[in-house]
């Protein structure tokens, strides 16, 4: 049994790290301090979901309707190009820096809704969570175990995002530091875009 949670823990940890989408949009949250433990947390319940809804067979609902995987990557491919946009003007037009204390200039509505698509928008996800890992938990001694361990690996880094970048907004604060870190952010959504339309999806070897 512990092998199964540390290969759920070890694979997944993988895959949630290279999702970028994500990790860039909670990272810059944080940094803001603009509601980051809220998107931290529906990262970690949709991953959560997701790894449980794969063990359970939806992954052979997903393989069975293959379009609804095609509409999910033009929809991905819209949405993280317009927050590419959206990073990149405002690295053109210059913000203020955040202190510490500064208020949160997004409403925590906004960022929910914002985070829900950033995670659901992007059909990688689906692959990963109900194809790839399924097949991989279904080859462990104990799958709901391997479930766990996938569980503890996106709750770990999450919350690490989340406090991680809260605790690094006190240096992160000049106007100058901000521009650096939207042309980032924006260079990750741009990059992810470009990378599904061009590339399209590819599924887990079987």
Excluded at 16 to 28: D, W
Aim: hydrophobic share 55%; charged share 10%.
């Amino acid at each position: 049994m512990l092998t199964s949670y540390l290969t759920g823990l070890i694979v997944c940890g993988g895959i949630i790290i290279a999702i970028g989408a994500q990790n860039a949009y909670i990272l810059g949250q944080a940094i803001r301090r603009e509601h980051h433990w809220y998107c931290a947390g529906i990262c970690m319940t949709a991953d959560i979901l997701l790894f449980t809804a794969g063990m359970f067979g939806v992954n052979a609902a997903l393989m069975a309707v293959p379009e609804a995987l095609d509409v999910l990557r033009w929809l991905g491919v819209a949405f993280l190009g317009w927050l590419a946009v959206v990073a990149f003007y405002r690295v053109v037009k210059g913000r203020q820096g955040l202190g510490a204390d500064a208020p949160a200039a997004t409403s925590v509505q906004v960022v929910v809704l914002t985070t829900l698509a950033v995670t659901l928008l992007n059909p990688q996800v689906y692959l990963d969570t109900l194809l790839l890992i399924p097949a991989i938990g279904a080859q462990q001694e104990s799958p709901a175990v391997f479930v766990a361990g996938a569980s503890s690996a996106s709750v770990l880094w999450f919350g690490l995002l989340a406090f991680g970048g809260a605790a690094l907004s006190p240096w992160l604060a000049s106007p100058r530091a901000w521009r650096f870190i939207d042309g980032v952010i924006g260079s990750m959504m741009a990059v992810i875009a470009f990378h599904l339309a061009s590339n399209g999806l590819s599924g887990p070897a079987m």
